[in-house]
C-alpha cells in the first residue's frame, strides 16, 4: 500500500512540470520550445544599454587617466587642470548662473542664424538645382565664398555691422548656409525624373509638384544637411564671439578663462559646449523622426 501510494505521488510531482508548460502553450498558441526559449531573452532594456557599454567604458578610461595623470603624474594644473577642479569651477558656474546667461547668448546666436540661413537655402538650392541660368551666375561666387575661412569674414562684419549679436548671427549663417544649400540641390538632383514625368501627367505642376512630390523625396538628403548644419551653427557662433570679443557668450567665457590662466573654468566650458552639441543633435534626431512620422 504504502509503495502505490510512493509512486502515484512521484508521479504526479514529475507531471507537474509538463502540465505547467502544456498550459503554457495552450495559452501562448506556441509551440514548447519557443515557451521555454522566452527566458533566455534579454530584456528590452538590457538590449538599448549594450551598444552604448563601449562607450562607457571609452569614457571611464579617459577620466581614470586624467585623474591618475593630475594626481600621480605631476602634470601641472597650468596645463591639465584636475577633474575635480573642472567640475567644482563647473558647479560654481552653474549655481551662480554664469553658464546659463552666456549659453542663452550663444544659443540665440547660432538658432537665428541657423535660421536664417534655412530660409535662404531652401529657394537657393532650389532654383540652383532647377535652374541653368541661376545655377552658372550664383554657383561660382558661393564656393568662392565657402573658400574664404570665416576667421578672416568676422572682423569684416564687426566693422560693418557694429558688435554684438547681429554679426555673430550673420557669420554663423554664412558657415552654416553651404551645407544645406549641397544638400538641397542634391537632393532635388537624385529625384528619379519617372515620377516627376508620372506626376506632372497626372496634372501636376508648380507649387503642387513641389509639396508633393518633390520635396518629400528630396526631405533625406534636406535633413542631412539640416542636422550637419544645426551642429555647426555653435561653431559659427563661437568664432564670431572669439574673433569680436564679445562681452558675452561661451566664446567671451573662454577668452576669459584664457586671459586669467584659469584652465579649470575653460574646460567647464568645454563641458558645456559638449552638452550644448549633444542637445543640438538630439533636436535634429526629433526632426528626422517628426518628418518620418509626417511624411
Known amino acids: 500500500m504504502s509503495v502505490t501510494t510512493s509512486t502515484s505521488e512521484d508521479v504526479s510531482f514529475e507531471m507537474r512540470p509538463y502540465a505547467h508548460e502544456a498550459e503554457e502553450v495552450r495559452k501562448t498558441g506556441r509551440p514548447a520550445g519557443s515557451v521555454r526559449r522566452r527566458a533566455y531573452v534579454p530584456p528590452g532594456a538590457i538590449q538599448r544599454v549594450l551598444p552604448l557599454l563601449p562607450s562607457i567604458v571609452v569614457a571611464i578610461v579617459l577620466l581614470l587617466g586624467w585623474?591618475?595623470?593630475?594626481?600621480?603624474?605631476?602634470?601641472?594644473?597650468?596645463?591639465?587642470?584636475?577633474?575635480g577642479d573642472v567640475f567644482a569651477s563647473l558647479s560654481s558656474g552653474l549655481?551662480?548662473?554664469?553658464?546659463?546667461?552666456?549659453?542663452?547668448?550663444?544659443?540665440?546666436?547660432?538658432?537665428?542664424?541657423?535660421?536664417?540661413?534655412?530660409?535662404?537655402?531652401?529657394?537657393?538650392?532650389?532654383?540652383?538645382?532647377?535652374?541653368?541660368?541661376?545655377?552658372?551666375?550664383?554657383?561660382?561666387?558661393?564656393?568662392?565664398?565657402?573658400?574664404?575661412?570665416?576667421i578672416v569674414i568676422a572682423p569684416l562684419l564687426g566693422l560693418w555691422l557694429g558688435y554684438g549679436l547681429v554679426p555673430n548671427l550673420v557669420l554663423c549663417m554664412l558657415i552654416v548656409l553651404f551645407p544645406?544649400?549641397?544638400?538641397?540641390?542634391?537632393?532635388?538632383?537624385t529625384i528619379d525624373?519617372?515620377?516627376?514625368?508620372?506626376?506632372?501627367?497626372?496634372?501636376?505642376?508648380?507649387?503642387?509638384?513641389?509639396?508633393?512630390?518633390?520635396?518629400p523625396l528630396a526631405l533625406p538628403a534636406i535633413l542631412a544637411g539640416v542636422?550637419?548644419?544645426?551642429?555647426?551653427?555653435?561653431?559659427?557662433?563661437?568664432?564670431?564671439?572669439?574673433?569680436?570679443?564679445?562681452?558675452?557668450?561661451l566664446?567671451?567665457?573662454?577668452?576669459?578663462?584664457?586671459?586669467?590662466?584659469d584652465l579649470a573654468l575653460m574646460f567647464a566650458t568645454l563641458i558645456i559646449l559638449g552638452l550644448l552639441a549633444a542637445l543640438y543633435y538630439g533636436i535634429s534626431w526629433l526632426l528626422v523622426r517628426l518628418a518620418a512620422i509626417v511624411y
Do not use: C
Open 67 to 83: 585623474y591618475v595623470s593630475t594626481t600621480y603624474g605631476h602634470v601641472p594644473s597650468l596645463i591639465l587642470p584636475a577633474p
Open 95 to 150: 549655481s551662480g548662473g554664469l553658464f546659463q546667461s552666456n549659453a542663452l547668448v550663444t544659443i540665440q546666436e547660432s538658432l537665428f542664424g541657423f535660421l536664417l540661413a534655412l530660409v535662404i537655402a531652401l529657394p537657393l538650392g532650389y532654383g540652383l538645382a532647377k535652374s541653368r541660368l541661376i545655377a552658372a551666375a550664383v554657383h561660382p561666387y558661393l564656393a568662392a565664398a565657402q573658400a574664404i575661412p570665416a
Open 180 to 189: 544645406m544649400v549641397v544638400t538641397t540641390i542634391l537632393g532635388l538632383q
Open 193 to 215: 525624373s519617372e515620377i516627376t514625368d508620372a506626376a506632372r501627367l497626372d496634372g501636376a505642376a508648380g507649387w503642387s509638384l513641389l509639396a508633393r512630390i518633390e520635396f
Open 227 to 249: 542636422r550637419t548644419s544645426l551642429t555647426l551653427s555653435i561653431t559659427g557662433a563661437l568664432v564670431g564671439e572669439l574673433v569680436n570679443n564679445s562681452p558675452q557668450g
Open 251 to 261: 566664446g567671451y567665457l573662454v577668452m576669459l578663462a584664457k586671459n586669467q590662466y
